[in-house]
């Protein structure tokens, strides 16, 4: 501390005047102690021990007396070198603190005040030995802490932070509460400090202050930092009724701060709960607890707080909610039959004091009141305990947050699993005023509505997914009913996955065996966030499989045929969307189809999008994913976006839908097994990326692109023409093309996930749920959206100008797929024309950064006809002006504008006799008198309709240009796609740089639907994720394999010692071919093969309690899966099969097994074992 500073009682001139300034706003008769000395030491062993070293002297410390910060400290004496007294507990010994003491808050007696201030160790000097204290007034001090009386202080956990609602400052904004007057007028239990209804909006603003203030006042006395919070707030609330005009906050929302143990005052839970002990939080801590865990000693106090403040409430007035009386709306008892746990039986009495909304069905309910979003009854427990809100002031339990932090907080509680209805204002104040005025009506508070339920599965908002480039499916599941005779027959299922974030529906139905195996690859595959299934619908082993290959999805249970409709409903339903859609855009020429735009038009009802109707056509083939699909609406339409999903949805087919032959599906097929022993996406360890195969070949600078390589890893191809044609791209961006391919990478690397935000744009000209023109929102939403609407224009045009220049590489490429990826009007849209009307509509730059589209003449029809408007009657004002120059004699005569009266004729004093009669005199001035003529006011009254049909047009010009973008929305994703396609094939080209050792385009052999025996060979095999620098134990060995083919058997059998390599070769193998049917390059010297139509894996010692099964019976299911589905041309990885039993027993089914691949399927595979007998 500074010398001057020290011989001024430790305060500048500056922080005393402070102190005089926060003294204003103090109450009259301060509770602060007077400076006095401290009381005589008591001879008895102390609780406390102030220091966190060895055991002090067992006599006790005076009652520490905390003088405000607002106080002076008075300058402590220097020390004097002599006689020491007795240590005491507040007295210096001689003990050597160091680090970690750091952070630990303490008090520091300073003898000249006679009194003790609180602070925090914020470093130490080693060189010194001395710690720089913060006091909680913000004044610093270096201190031998040895030298020095302290105590040190814990943390107290019943303190808890205000919840700053403002910017910077941290001021509170001010927003009234409406209560709704529900709960009150049934239990006439109205709180003292309960919210003021909306109608009292923007009146008696200063009151509201005064009494804010006083209030404040005495909750911060024992607050730290009490005056600079109060002086924070007293501006906040200052600066609001200045600048708002009014919108006001009742008292509720003052966060309730926690009595500190010395206070003397007393919380009014306290008061109201009698029966309960008070909870006490200590405020000194003894040296063994300092470093205890603090973290769940608040999570304690929290509830304890919890259950003083609302135990006895809850308990009267929510009675009901108890798990020993709880029943749903059918009155029926958890652990009856057809307990709907969704519901909750009301009581007549208390249902009538609720509003529509909140008897709505919903786990989590929140309401817009202003510019806060609040939480009440229980909700607000989950706000406190999972935003870490802090309660408002009253006795019902309520938090909230400020609308700026609604995202954030939103996608915090829906991927916590929260189902999360957001209930927003859609009236001001002043329309409430009109509409009583007009109607007569009595209501007190403005309207709202349900705009939106987000969940884990409905996260639509860029800023919530902005971390995460993967898809969040939320996936309905539907199984054809199986009869208890023959549990083994075929099992029917018709899936339908939505990711709502892009608007991309996957549909399919397919057949699949007893063990689900088809079920779970698409599982493994999709990892959905939530499921939705039939109640009681599906069978015991579908619900084990989803079980097993999910990570813990939302599941969401809906009644069938009334809620998961059957096909004939969900048909009903679509056409009757897709009819109100097209009759919206029978003015326009919007394409409501599929991304190909391919339409299958119906007799009966309008259109459907061609795969939908291909599964109409289908009948009994298609009926499960008609109705999976009505499952998946009818949840949406509960979250307000079905219709804004089928508007824009890009269906695609699962491949091994029923009406399909599975024959000739494109892809290889990857179980679930395969997935997840071969580590495709998520690795065994964390299950996170890292060490995955998508890891390794992961270049993609596109969230898109990244999601599109998933696509394709899961989904490798079977046909070899294919395969050679994504080579031969792959390969004609190395070389030459390759610095192209990198300037292309580079400038995709500025892009947003144009995927998401072009469905963003798609859903915003909807104008329904949260984007509707009657939700009232506080932040500038218009001006958000305008800047999505230029970044996906500017994303666009990127995307444009890239494909263009990437094209030159074309004059020395045969590939086929980049001549039609990159040849305009193919692959590569024809969308520069388009582009150019909005570059000519209005200036990009101009319009992002003021928040407003000027458009250009000629964009806007009706704004055009609204500014000539203006213009005319402008022009006419001006030769009214002329004239009455002309008339008067006098050229000087001119129009002036005063207040709000504009276009007043300014006359000179002399002229005044000249004035006509009908000259209405407004105004005058020295020398001066002003007049409105009856044209002058005609001309006002026309000009006033025309601005504001002109401000009416202005404000439309955003949703018709969205709505003319919307028109080619095809177009735009097409390009999107393309750019996707064309960032993978890059990332494939330059994954083989990051591989060890040599590379090579792998050859692949005959065609998959050929007679000729299958073959794989390898030399010089490298392992395509695992590098010798990874393993720190030596270089890795690359083998040489070759397996069927001329001269080699089919199968190949390894042995050897533990940890020798065999479950490394399989690996690697099965890597390898994947990458090669991929169409990337594969690290060795040469790979050859036939192209594989299916991957089996045994692997691994592992069971599935959950799901019933033992090690031994996981692995025999497995085992029974490749015996009954493997073909020719399939490849079998078992590793050390039988192991799960006795070794006699595990021999023979080793043996068996392999006999029946080797002779009877003869396919290609690999089989580790340590059954020598085998070899």
């Given amino acids: 501390m500074a010398p001057s500073r020290r011989q001024s009682n430790g305060r500048s001139p500056l922080v005393n005047q402070q102190s005089q300034i926060t003294s204003f706003f103090s109450k009259k008769n301060s509770s602060s102690p007077s400076p006095s000395p401290p009381p005589p030491l008591a001879k008895h062993t102390s609780k406390l021990n102030p220091i966190p070293g060895p055991k002090p002297n067992p006599s006790r410390s005076p009652i520490p007396t905390t003088p405000s910060p607002g106080e002076p400290k008075l300058k402590k004496p220097l020390l004097v070198i002599g006689q020491s007294p007795a240590p005491t507990p507040s007295s210096p010994l001689n003990i050597t603190f160091g680090d970690e003491v750091v952070d630990k808050r303490l008090r520091v007696y300073w003898p000249l005040d006679k009194a003790w201030y609180e602070g925090v160790v914020k470093s130490f000097d080693k060189v010194s030995g001395k710690h720089l204290i913060q006091y909680d007034d913000s004044e610093e001090e270096e201190l031998d802490l040895g030298k020095e009386k302290i105590e040190w202080v814990e943390e107290t956990t019943g303190r808890f932070k205000r919840l700053r609602r403002g910017g910077s400052l941290g001021f509170k904004k001010v927003v009234i509460d409406d209560e709704d007057d529900d709960v009150a007028d049934s239990a006439n239990e109205k709180s003292d400090d309960d919210d003021s209804s909306d ?38 609330m200052k600066i609001s009724k200045r600048k708002g005009g009014g919108k006001t906050e009742s008292k509720k929302r003052k966060a309730n701060g926690v009595a500190k143990p010395e206070s003397g005052k007393k919380s009014k839970t306290s008061a109201n709960v009698s029966t309960k002990e008070e909870f006490k939080v200590p405020s000194v801590e003894p040296v063994k607890k300092i470093e205890t865990d603090k973290a769940s000693t608040a999570d304690k106090a929290l509830v304890v707080d919890e259950l003083e403040r609302f135990g006895k409430r809850e308990a009267e007035k929510l009675h009901f909610l108890g798990l020993e009386v709880r029943r749903d709306a059918n009155r029926k008892r958890p652990g009856d039959a057809n307990y709907n746990p969704k519901t909750l039986y009301l009581p007549p009495g208390f249902l009538k004091s609720l509003s529509g909304c909140q008897s709505f069905d919903i786990s989590l309910l929140l309401k817009q009141m202003g510019k806060f979003y609040e939480l009440f009854e229980m909700d607000a427990h989950i706000g406190a305990k999972e935003l870490n809100l802090q309660y408002m002031k009253g006795e019902q339990p309520h938090c909230g947050f400020p609308e700026k932090n609604f995202s954030m907080n939103v996608e915090k509680l829906a991927r916590k699993g929260y189902r999360v209805l957001v ?4 009236e001001t104040p002043e329309q409430l005023e009109l509409r009583r005025k007009e109607k007569g009506a009595k209501d007190k508070v403005v309207k709202r509505e349900i705009c939106a339920v987000v969940t884990r599965g409905t996260l639509t908002d860029g800023e919530m997914l902005s971390s995460n480039p993967d898809p969040s499916y939320l996936m309905a599941v539907t199984e054809s009913c199986q009869s208890s005779t023959n549990p083994n027959e075929k099992r029917v299922f018709g899936m339908c996955a939505v990711d709502v974030a892009t608007s991309r529906i996957i549909i399919g139905q397919f057949e699949d065996d007893s063990e689900c195996s088809a079920l779970c690859c698409l599982l493994a595959e999709l990892r959905p966030v939530e499921i939705i299934k039939p109640t009681n619908l599906l069978s015991l082993e579908t619900e084990r499989a989803m079980l097993r290959h999910t990570r813990t999805p939302l599941v969401n249970e809906l009644v069938p045929t009334a809620e998961f409709w059957d096909a004939d409903k969900t048909v009903h339903e679509v056409k009757t969307i897709y009819k109100c859609i097209n009759d919206q855009s029978a003015a326009g020429s919007v394409d409501v189809g599929t991304g190909a735009a391919n339409t299958y038009e119906d007799d009966e009802l309008g259109f459907l999008p061609a795969i939908l109707s291909s599964l109409l056509r289908a009948g009994v083939n298609g009926s499960l994913a008609l109705s999976a699909l009505g499952g998946t609406l009818y949840y949406l339409k509960q979250a307000f976006l079905d219709v804004t999903l089928l508007r824009f949805a890009k269906f695609e087919l ?72 994504r080579q031969d791209a792959v390969a004609g961006l190395k070389g030459e093309s390759l610095s192209y391919a990198l300037e292309f990478r580079k400038a995709l690397s500025r892009l947003p996930d144009m995927e998401r935000l072009l469905a963003r744009i798609f859903a915003s000209s909807e104008a329904n749920g949260r984007n509707a023109h009657t939700v009232v929102l506080y932040e500038d939403a218009a001006k958000k959206q305008l800047q999505q609407f230029i970044s996906a224009l500017r994303g666009c045009e990127l995307m444009v100008q890239a494909c263009s220049s990437l094209s030159v590489i074309l004059k020395n490429v045969e590939s086929t797929q980049l001549h039609h990826l990159l040849t305009t009007g193919k692959g590569l849209p024809n969308i520069n024309s388009i582009l150019k009307h909005f570059k000519d509509a209005f200036d990009w730059v101009d319009a992002n950064n003021s928040g407003r589209i000027i458009p250009h003449k000629g964009v806007d029809l009706e704004y055009d006809s609204a500014c000539g408007r203006v213009k005319e009657i402008e022009s006419s004002l001006t030769k009214h002006l002329k004239e009455q120059q002309k008339l008067l004699g006098d050229s000087s005569i001119t129009y002036v504008t005063i207040g709000k009266d504009s276009y007043l004729l300014e006359v000179p004093e002399s002229l005044r006799g000249s004035v006509p009669r009908d000259y209405e005199l407004c105004s005058s001035k020295k020398g001066f008198f002003r007049y409105w003529t009856p044209s002058i006011k005609k001309f006002l009254g026309e000009l006033s309709l025309a601005e504001s049909e002109k401000e009416t047009a202005f404000k439309n010009i955003l949703l018709r240009l969205i709505g003319r973008f919307c028109e080619d929305h095809n177009k735009w994703r097409q390009l999107v796609s393309t750019t996707a396609e064309l960032d993978v094939l890059i990332s494939l080209a330059i994954a083989s740089d990051f591989y060890e050792g040599p590379t090579c385009r792998p050859c692949v052999l005959g065609s998959s639907c050929s007679n000729e025996v299958p073959c794989f060979s390898a030399k010089g095999l490298g392992h395509p994720i695992l590098r010798s620098d990874s393993l720190g134990k030596g270089a890795f060995v690359p083998n040489d394999i070759s397996i069927a083919g001329s001269g080699h058997a089919s199968f190949i059998l390894l042995t050897g010692p533990n940890m020798g390599g065999k479950s490394t070769l399989l690996r690697q193998v099965c890597l390898a071919v994947i990458l090669a049917q991929v169409g990337a390059d594969v690290p060795a010297e040469q790979f050859e093969l036939s192209p594989v139509d299916r991957i089996f894996v045994r692997m691994g010692s592992k069971d599935h309690i959950m799901a019933g099964q033992s090690t031994f019976l996981t692995e025999l ?27 006699s027993d595990g021999q023979a089914i080793a043996e068996s097994v392999l006999e029946h691949f080797v002779h009877k399927v003869q396919c290609r595979g690999m089989f580790s074992t340590h059954y020598h007998r085998l070899a």
Avoid at 423 to 426: A, S
Avoid at 673 to 689: Q, R, T, W, Y
């Fill in 423 to 426: 209930v927003e204002q859609t």
């Fill in 1117 to 1143: 299911s497995e085992t029974a899966l490749m015996l009954s589905s493997a073909t020719q041309h399939s490849l079998v990885a078992l590793d050390e099969l039988g192991r799960g039993t006795s070794t």
């Fill in 199 to 236: 109608e009292d909006w923007g009146k008696n603003a200063e009151k509201e202050v005064s009494e804010d203030a006083d209030e404040e006042d005495m909750d911060l006395e024992d607050e730290k930092e009490e005056e600079e919070e109060l002086e924070e707030e007293e501006v906040g």
């Fill in 654 to 725: 699962l491949p091994s839908s029923g009406f399909s032959s599975i024959a000739q599906t494109p892809y290889m097929l990857l179980d679930a097994a395969a997935l997840e022993n071969l580590e495709i996406f998520e690795n065994s360890g964390n299950g996170d990326s890292s060490g995955t195969l998508y890891a390794q070949v992961n270049h993609c600078v596109t969230a898109f692109g990244k999601r599109l390589l998933r696509t394709w890893l899961a989904r490798p191809l079977y046909h070899t023409d294919l395969i050679k044609e």
